[in-house]
């Protein structure tokens, strides 16, 4: 290889280094969430707390489709462990968890995978 040839590939590969953004800027940011939605969540937190499981997941889901990463997980978790109240169910708890992902939030890769 010449030495312009090797000249021109480390400028490309230097030029293409400058442009990718490093892996935690590739990371997806969390989704800006509602009023409506966060007062949902903390609703569904309190609920949880007091055992109130089916209450929660309503609450979760609603937050949820409003655009709640958050909700979307906790309402996975729900239907992955089953609780009284909310059967599980592996399927509903997986597509809960993706919805979470699109909303910005961190799920076990491990969980996914299942």
Do not use: C, F
């Not at 030495?3 to 953004?21: D, K, R, S």
């Not at 409003?66 to 978790?77: F, H, T």
């Amino acid at each position: 290889m010449s030495t312009l040839a090797v000249i021109g590939l480390a400028a490309l590969l230097a030029a293409g280094m400058q442009h990718n953004p490093p892996p935690e800027a590739l990371a997806r940011q969390a989704t800006p969430v509602s009023p409506a939605a966060a007062m949902a969540l903390a609703r569904g937190k309190e609920a949880e707390e007091e055992r109130r499981h089916a209450d929660a997941a309503k609450l979760y889901r609603e937050a949820a489709n409003a655009g709640s990463g958050e909700a979307a997980k906790r309402l996975g978790d729900l239907y992955w462990r089953g609780v009284p109240g909310v059967e599980k169910d592996l399927a509903e708890s997986l597509r809960w968890y993706r919805v979470a992902e699109t909303h910005g939030e961190k799920v076990a890769q491990a969980v996914r995978l299942r």
